[in-house]
């Protein structure tokens, strides 16, 4: 086998590697190291391809209110254009240009390149706001942020005054938020534009016919904004992309001028496999190794699922290894996929050591969303994990379908970034001509029940009338609805209710985890609710390695109540604390926090692994409940969460926040009343069935209640809808628990699940044990006792 330094042009494929961005967490030994990074950094982008037309863009912009610009991917647009727009008087008055990102990871990654760009610390000048972490301050100028949290942030400023620029960044990726944010923002754009002709007709009475037909068009237009008080300077919007179809976001926004900037893109060779792979997993681990032992240099991206296939896949590549010749192992693994820690991400961007190879193990996030240095080769499994909502039924389901084409040629573009490259597309050619041309956009396969209810509290009565890029379908706008009514949210004529609607709209959650925390004060589990909401909210806290299955099956006993999941969660989170708690009361108080952080960061990390649980899961939920903060009060679980400030919208709501110790009972009675929509009953055979209300479809088996349809003719009048009277239990939707679960073997009679995961077969995950009859008890208005 071929070693690594026996290869010639390693010495200067390394010091290539050295010139892109790959050293974001360094700092400088001194100041002649932070003179020599900065003229680096300004070669950098003196050399990207949007350098030459930087005066262009900059009048483009002055000259259009919007304007969209398709720049190929390492043009650099994403870093570059917000700084142009700065430096050319675009933020005046204290004003904010913020670039809207559809992925937590490049948001942070890209905020932090910025940074330093612009030799500034992160959070002062350049900021970034995520959920769970917002670093920007009042002189915070360019930030950047997820389209979900601008949503949000319109709840509290529907006109969006800190803005003088809005850029939303990677549009073709059509996600629900991008697409329900532009249209926001066309409505914010001419709210704030007819705010300047009416103050304009305020002060000159005779202002001419055109302002005031003008001034007609805007209030049709922005009906949902309520009168402008005062006078907002217009907004410049900005839709920006890699690949993009230009001509439907242009037609969208009136004509809107849409200009080109070129990219660098090298010859990239595709290799496809002769047959289609049974397992791509299996594939794209013996394509690692083939590149690794027979290929020059260059580091390998791979594209795989989410995080359980990322994090499978690097323990499979380091038992490999271990199997190598001591020569042949310098290959390390960098992983990075949206939930994990922001300093683990920067891993990708760092290079790897001389004589050594870096494999990227990333989900989509690395099709566009983040330009990773010195990759040469790209592994294409041609799939990714999408919603799929079936609006009849009521489900959202989490599948796995085949990439389209564009996704696949951003993912083999990916190689040709430095240099000539190779893709590796683990399918047959003629499967890539059946791909579909572009992923269907998510607004028209997901349920939407979180964006009606963000519009709801935006002002927004007329759903359907809604500005939509795409419409989504009628049937799941009336779904979402409907699932919004009966979880207490709206009102008969679909206003929001007061006070939980309103109080569901202003927390950053889905609106059943809503319910949930809300519930919870009543029935004095709230403490172990937001633990169950965060440990929820990152991915796969347990892990089973292949060769070790049954000592981590064992391991995970010790956490696993008979009640479910939701219950084993908080019991792995309560037995992380009690171990950082019972390690400060051996040691002390310590003067050095980062020496305390270390410390306990690496005792939890060694636990993790004995334990078989997931430690960057773990620690992305501690970090949400500032688990490692020594100022954490004597119960070190106490859940706080600090940067969307979940826990002080609670405590605003005059909800108090009390702990059901032992009594789990409470706690599993809070979860039917909360997740009632998602439970399923055992069959004979040993099979769960879904209750929920169809069209046209009868019970299958004798139950002791029937599921009753009381959502109110008068919110859905105007939608000519079919009436819903007569609608029957759906009892087609056949489940199995999922095998992860610790009431997969138990076989229960009734539970309440969290999410519906279809693979080869329907499974329900995160479930928790219940009494069926709780169900007509705390949900009568979908339940009913028969007879």
């Keep these: 086998m071929p070693s690594m330094e026996q290869n010639g042009p390693r010495n200067t494929t390394q010091t290539r590697k050295q010139k892109p961005v790959l050293k974001l967490s360094n700092q400088p030994r001194c100041a002649a190291d932070a003179i020599s990074r900065r003229e680096i950094v300004k070669k950098q982008r003196e050399s990207l391809p949007i350098a030459s037309v930087k005066e262009r863009l900059v009048q483009e912009v002055k000259n259009h209110d919007v304007l969209i610009i398709v720049g190929e991917t390492g ?385 927004v009565d007329d759903i359907i009338g809604f500005d939509f890029l795409e419409k989504p379908s009628r049937a799941a706008i009336q779904k979402s609805l409907e699932e919004l009514f009966l979880l207490g949210a709206l009102t008969d004529d679909c206003k929001l209710s007061d006070p939980v609607g309103h109080q569901m709209a202003r927390l950053p959650l889905d609106p059943i985890y809503s319910k949930a925390l809300i519930l919870a004060s009543q029935f004095k589990c709230l403490e172990e609710m937001l633990i169950a909401v965060s440990m929820l909210s990152v991915e796969s806290i347990f892990y089973n390695p292949r060769e070790k299955s049954e000592e981590a099956k064992t391991a995970k006993k010790c956490f696993a109540s008979p009640d479910g999941d ?34 306990n960061e690496k005792i939890l990390r060694k636990w993790c692994r004995e334990n078989f649980i997931n430690s960057r899961s773990l620690r992305h939920a501690c970090d949400i409940h500032r688990l490692f903060t020594p100022s954490s009060s004597s119960f070190p679980l106490e859940v706080i969460f600090h940067c969307s400030q979940i826990r002080g919208h609670v405590e605003q709501m005059g909800l108090p926040i009390s702990s059901c110790g032992d009594d789990t009972l409470q706690f599993r009675r809070c979860l039917a009343a909360s997740f009632f929509l998602n439970a399923a009953l055992k069959q004979p055979e040993g099979t769960y069935s879904l209750w929920r209300v169809g069209h046209g479809i009868q019970p299958s088996i004798e139950i002791p209640f029937h599921v009753m349809s009381r959502f109110p003719f008068s919110c859905i009048k105007t939608l000519k809808f079919a009436e819903m009277n007569g609608r029957a239990l759906a009892s087609g939707q056949v489940v199995q628990i999922h095998p992860t679960s610790v009431l997969h073997q138990s076989k229960v009679e009734c539970v309440i699940f969290d999410e519906l995961v279809q693979t080869s077969q329907k499974y329900i995950r995160n479930t928790t044990r219940i009494d069926y009859l709780w169900l007509a008890e705390l949900a009568p208005h979908y339940y009913a006792m028969q007879g």
């Design 75 to 459: 043009s650099g647009k994403t870093t570059q254009l917000p700084q142009f727009l700065f430096n050319a008087g675009f933020c005046p008055n204290g004003k904010v240009i913020g670039i809207t990102q559809p992925r937590r990871v490049a948001a942070v990654t890209v905020a932090k390149r910025v940074a330093e760009e612009c030799g500034v610390e992160l959070g002062l000048k350049v900021g970034y706001s995520i959920r769970f972490d917002d670093r920007t301050s009042s002189s915070t100028r360019i930030k950047y942020m997820t389209d979900g949290l601008l949503l949000r942030e319109a709840l509290l400023d529907p006109y969006l005054s800190r803005y003088s620029v809005i850029i939303v960044d990677e549009a073709h990726e059509r996600t629900v938020h991008t697409d329900v944010l532009l249209g926001l923002l066309k409505n914010v754009q001419r709210a704030r534009l007819k705010s300047v002709i009416d103050h304009a007709v305020v002060n000159n009475k005779k202002a001419s016919n055109g302002i005031t037909k003008e001034n007609e068009k805007g209030a049709e237009c922005t009906n949902f904004l309520k009168q402008c008080q005062r006078k907002f300077p217009p907004l410049k919007l900005i839709i920006m992309s890699a690949s993009l179809d230009a001509r439907l976001f242009s037609e969208y926004f009136g004509g809107a001028r849409a200009v080109h900037v070129e990219g660098r893109q090298h010859h990239v060779d595709i290799f496809y496999t002769l047959h289609a792979e049974t397992d791509y997993v299996d594939a794209a681990l013996i394509t690692i190794f083939q590149i690794h032992l027979e290929e020059g240099p260059g580091d390998i991206l791979v594209f795989l699922t989410g995080q359980e296939e990322i994090e499978g896949v690097e323990r499979l590549v380091q038992e490999q290894l271990q199997k190598l010749p001591e020569e042949s192992r310098k290959l390390l693994t960098a992983p990075i996929f949206s939930s994990l820690p922001s300093e683990q991400q920067m891993r990708v961007f760092m290079p790897a050591p001389a004589g050594h190879r870096k494999v990227i193990l990333a989900t989509n996030i690395a099709e566009t969303s983040v330009t990773i240095p010195g990759v040469k080769y790209v592994i294409d499994p041609g799939f990714i994990k999408a919603r799929s909502y079936n609006p009849v039924k009521g489900m959202e389901s989490l599948i796995i379908i085949p990439t389209s084409k564009a996704q696949a040629l951003q993912r083999s573009g990916r190689a040709g970034r430095e240099g000539p490259g190779k893709c590796f597309r683990l399918y047959p050619e003629s499967e890539f001509e059946k791909l579909e041309d572009s992923t269907k956009p998510e607004i028209k396969r997901c349920n939407l029940s979180n964006v009606i209810l963000q519009l709801k509290a935006l002002g």
């Design 566 to 599: 939701h219950l084993t969660l908080i019991n792995v989170y309560r037995a992380a604390g009690e171990l950082l708690q019972k390690r400060r009361m051996e040691t002390g108080i310590e003067k050095n926090e980062k020496n305390i952080k270390g410390k």
